[in-house]
């Protein structure tokens, strides 16, 4: 693949054990120290979703099933060198009831030597320090509160983190730093409880991005009417100092969340997801936009939406790049990663279409428990909608796994893959990562194999393919097609909602991502 150098040779790191390595899933943190690179995993995480969001007993296919399934996260790390094979440097213990790595940075307390934190996806958030990468440590704290967290920065000396309480999310953000947790206990940054709190100064939802841009800080926040966008009015938080700069999903309040965000050119760049589970069985595609040093925005991709506007606000969702949602391709449900990299803007995707296949296999495998739930009409009608979808894709060629863009402008977009690095059960580019040598990492979301990580130094010019309208045939035409599909699937979506209780939606959300 183009520039690109692949670093695992065996999907998952564990060239030991097979089945262990299939279950590190998603590179879901990476930072670096020193001559060593760092990913924290995620595991199982298809398995985990279908069986706690649908039933403890669903049967599980054989294209996602492994013999003996251990959630328990790991960090694995590689030398810059490449002398040596991965190494794992931290398994989590039973006790610790630790099922993933969301982030990892790397920070410099009071400004001496280096450190990574790696936050911990679990019954209760956690963060973990290391001072040498071999040696893990739990920062232990009584303040935090949550089970997991998307997003961490360092700015001004002192660590922040967002975290989320994801069996209850707050629509007060929860926010805290310290200048190291290890000494100093984590401070509240949004506290409600405050006297003189006002709950219009302040941000509101569960915070899933985090960035520092024009020497503040802002947070992208979830919201039932639309993801939000907040800063810091001053270059550190204070209370009922904040600024909501973007409000209602972009202009379209079908994009209920944040899953990217990243510094181009004197420009901050955010994404937004639609309402989940749902665009993960009926894709809809992404949207992004800018905001700039006087907190002005403008959408570079989206419009042309799956599910219409009104014709007022149609006119309006229009955006600089002339790419719709996705890329042109409802199928590129996240834009889940965007980076800046050598004067470059990179934006990776998660590309549904792999899970056409997964959601067909589950309804199959289950078919029995399904028509005894909702009836054997429906529970047909659902099978004959997949099968189809499938067969469309395979029919016109699709090219199936997660898709990576670069701009030079940072409003008209190329193409570097559509293929998931020629590999379709890379379903998500996870990870965009550049280290302290200026060397590009792309870490892989892969349910089926395994995660795979990959390195870069230089993406020539001859690789990238333009977006226009003749590059885009193919998904224009899955798109047609498939949208006239999409009428009965959301006919029926009420069967699949049955299927999926409410309860579960959130965890469902936290646990793809």
């Known amino acids: 693949m183009p520039d690109f150098r692949s670093l695992t040779p065996i999907n998952g790191f564990d060239y030991k054990n097979l089945d262990n390595a299939r279950q590190n899933n998603y590179a879901w943190s990476m930072s670096d120290l020193g001559d060593f690179i760092y990913v924290g995993t995620g595991r199982n995480i298809l398995i985990n979703i279908i069986s706690s969001t649908i039933n403890p007993k669903t049967q599980i296919p054989a294209l996602i099933r492994s013999y003996e399934v251990d959630n328990f996260a790991e960090i694995w790390r590689y030398g810059k060198d490449g002398k040596l094979p991965w190494e794992r ?53 009584d303040t935090l509160r949550g089970t997991s967290s998307r997003a961490m920065v360092t700015h001004r000396g002192k660590l922040y983190i967002a975290t989320i309480d994801e069996g209850n999310p707050s629509s007060i953000p929860l926010l805290y730093r310290s200048e190291d947790p290890e000494f100093y206990p984590w401070e509240k940054v949004i506290d409600s409880d405050a006297k003189g709190f006002d709950p219009d100064r302040n941000p509101k939802g569960a ?37 909501l700069i973007v409000d209602k999903g972009f202009g379209n309040p079908l994009n209920k969340y944040s899953l990217s965000i990243g510094v181009f050119k004197n420009h901050l760049y955010v994404s937004g997801t639609k309402q989940l589970p749902l665009a993960w069985f009926i894709p809809m595609g992404c949207d992004i936009i800018r905001i700039d040093r006087n907190d002005n925005w403008q959408l570079i991709v989206g419009g042309n939406p799956l599910i219409p506007l009104n014709q007022s606000d149609d006119n309006k969702y229009k955006s600089m790049s002339g790419l719709s949602s996705g890329f042109n391709n409802p199928f590129n449900v996240y834009a889940w990663q ?14 549904d279409s792999s899970n056409m296949e997964v959601i067909l296999n589950t309804l199959l495998a289950n078919r029995a428990a399904l028509e005894e739930l909702i009836g054997e009409k429906i529970t047909k009608i659902l099978i004959e909608i997949y099968e189809s979808v499938v067969k469309i894709l395979r029919g016109i060629g699709y090219p199936i796994g997660f898709d990576l863009y670069t701009s030079e402008d940072g409003i008209h ?101």
């Open 89 to 141: 440097v931290y398994k989590a213990p039973l006790s610790s009831k630790i099922y993933g790595f969301r982030f990892m940075i790397r920070h410099r307390p009071f400004g001496g030597s280096p450190c990574l934190y790696a936050a911990a996806f679990g019954e209760k958030v956690k963060v973990l320090k290391s001072t040498n990468g071999v040696n893990w440590y739990q920062v232990l704290d």
């Open 338 to 351: 965007i980076q800046e990299y050598q004067r470059r803007l990179y934006i990776s995707t998660f590309d």
């Open 413 to 513: 977009f190329k193409s570097v893959f559509l293929n998931g690095l020629g590999n379709p059960y890379n379903y998500g580019g996870r990870i965009l990562y550049v280290d302290s040598c200026n060397k590009l990492y792309l870490g892989t979301a892969n349910p089926f194999e395994g995660c795979e990580v990959w390195e870069t130094n230089k993406i020539e010019n001859y690789n990238l393919r333009l977006c226009n309208e003749k590059h885009y045939e193919c998904l224009w035409e899955a798109r047609e097609i498939i949208k006239e599909k999409y009428d009965v699937i959301s006919e029926n979506m009420h069967a699949i909602l049955k299927f999926i209780p409410k309860d579960y939606y959130h965890r469902f959300f936290n646990d793809i991502q």
């Open 207 to 243: 915070i899933s991005n985090m960035a520092v841009f024009n020497n503040r800080i802002y947070v992208a926040t979830a919201n039932a009417d639309g993801v939000q966008v907040w800063r810091t009015n001053g270059e550190e938080p204070e209370m009922n100092e904040w600024t």
